[in-house]
């Protein structure tokens, strides 16, 4: 029986030996994650370190460890061979299906027959979603550029993502079997316009790696380690469940901003206008408190869906920070994360300034770049010294296919 193999379709870690740990019923074992991952880790050493032609070197490289969890979902999607990669929100998805069929279109093919070392097949795929790095470029901000081939790249070196889980699955029919290849990140990556990374080097110290409050530096790899995550339990002790956040989403938002407001105050925020490449130490830096009232009000503007500034009197007087991405049913706490992030970025990416002051010309400043439009005043509200008091709402808003954050901020 002669088989042909074709390529359909391309859509779009180390570790020691020991068990990953994952449930009994999932189809791989621990030598294919592994391969998995080992490579997606040493891509991102390579690039971190400069080592890929064509991109700059990176910080905040963080490592990438074994999902259980996004594994099973990833084999959930594949199980009865789907022709699309399909929408997975705030995740990232790789894949990838070959298909083997009996010349002549006579008899049965089993997987065996098909694909007797399916190692072959993930091993080409990965490759395959790596070799575009070789003829396709990042802006110079290391942006997501627009018609692009790194899609499948980009989930690879996507400097914040911290999760992969990956598998395959093969299907018969007949005459025709079908393999295919499937992962999912943690973070999405591909997004247009928005950073993969930030040009740097790799961590020497924990205080290197900023993305994740209390994250470490790997002494072995020099990526960074994001700490365990909070489970998500849908408590909503703090505020009104009705206000549509839980415990972990409102923690998550409130403690980021405190961090960012700590790093300001210890001098350790990145300043582009600054002389000394950081921003001046802060005194007096108030830490904030969750508030209910404030998470009221967010909230029931987010319901309106309008990427917009409220009116000074629907939030009573209270400052206000407007994030959207272009994912009708983001998760809450990614999304409060990325916002907050996103603000904060601001920082680096336009700068303040030594002095600190924020003027009229700082405000209205111009990019001679016609697509990016500068903003500090994010930033500003989420680090203005007398600040003390936070509430945000997050609304999905499927019919204008984005998902909306809104947070209120007292005094403004």
């Not at 499937?182 to 924990?206: N, R």
Request: with cysteine; charged share 25%.
């Amino acid at each position: 029986m002669r088989l042909i193999l074709a390529l359909l379709v391309a859509i779009t870690a180390i570790v020691a030996a020991e068990s990953f740990g994952c449930r009994k019923d999932l189809e791989i074992d621990d030598n294919i994650r592994k391969l998995f991952l080992d490579f997606h880790n040493e891509k991102r050493i390579q690039l971190a370190k400069g080592e890929v032609k064509g991109f700059k070197p990176a910080k905040n490289m963080y490592k990438l460890s074994w999902s259980c969890e996004l594994e099973y979902k990833a084999q959930q999607h594949i199980k009865d061979c789907p022709s699309s990669l399909g929408d997975f929100g705030s995740y990232g998805a790789n894949n990838r299906i070959y298909t083997a069929r009996i010349q002549g279109g006579r008899g049965r093919i089993s997987a065996a027959e098909a694909f007797p070392n399916p190692k072959t097949q993930i091993t080409d795929t990965l490759k395959a979603w790596w070799s575009p790095v070789q003829n396709n470029r990042l802006d110079r901000e290391n942006r997501y550029p627009k018609n692009t081939q790194l899609y499948n790249a980009a989930k690879i070196i996507h400097a914040a993502t911290t999760q992969v889980g990956c598998t395959y699955h093969i299907c018969t029919r007949g005459i025709e079997s079908k393999m295919e290849i499937f992962c999912l990140y943690d973070e999405v990556a591909s997004m247009t316009g928005q950073p993969v990374y930030d040009t740097g080097s790799l961590c020497g110290k924990d205080d290197d790696c900023t993305t994740y409050r209390k994250s470490t530096c790997d002494k072995k790899t020099k990526l960074c380690v994001k700490p365990p995550e909070e489970p998500e339990t849908q408590e909503s002790k703090m505020c009104d469940r009705q206000n549509g956040l839980t415990d972990k989403t409102r923690r998550a938002i409130v403690d980021l901003h405190n961090y960012f407001r700590s790093r300001v105050a210890r001098g350790k925020a990145e300043d582009k206008l600054s002389k000394t490449k950081f921003a001046p130490t802060a005194k007096n830096m108030l830490k904030m408190e969750y508030k209910c009232d404030l998470e009221k009000t967010a909230a029931d503007y987010a319901r309106r869906c309008e990427y917009k500034h409220s009116q000074l009197h629907e939030r009573n007087n209270a400052g206000e920070n407007l994030y959207m991405v272009t994912i009708p049913n983001a998760e809450k706490t990614k999304t409060g994360e990325w916002a907050t992030r996103g603000w904060f970025s601001e920082l680096k990416d336009f700068g303040v300034g030594s002095s600190n002051l924020l003027t009229q010309q700082l405000w209205y400043r111009k990019s001679p770049d016609p697509n990016i439009h500068i903003q500090i005043g994010h930033y500003t509200q989420m680090v203005w010294g007398k600040t003390k008091e936070i509430g945000c709402g997050i609304q999905h808003c499927p019919h204008k296919r984005m998902t909306l954050a809104v947070c209120h901020y007292r005094p403004a």
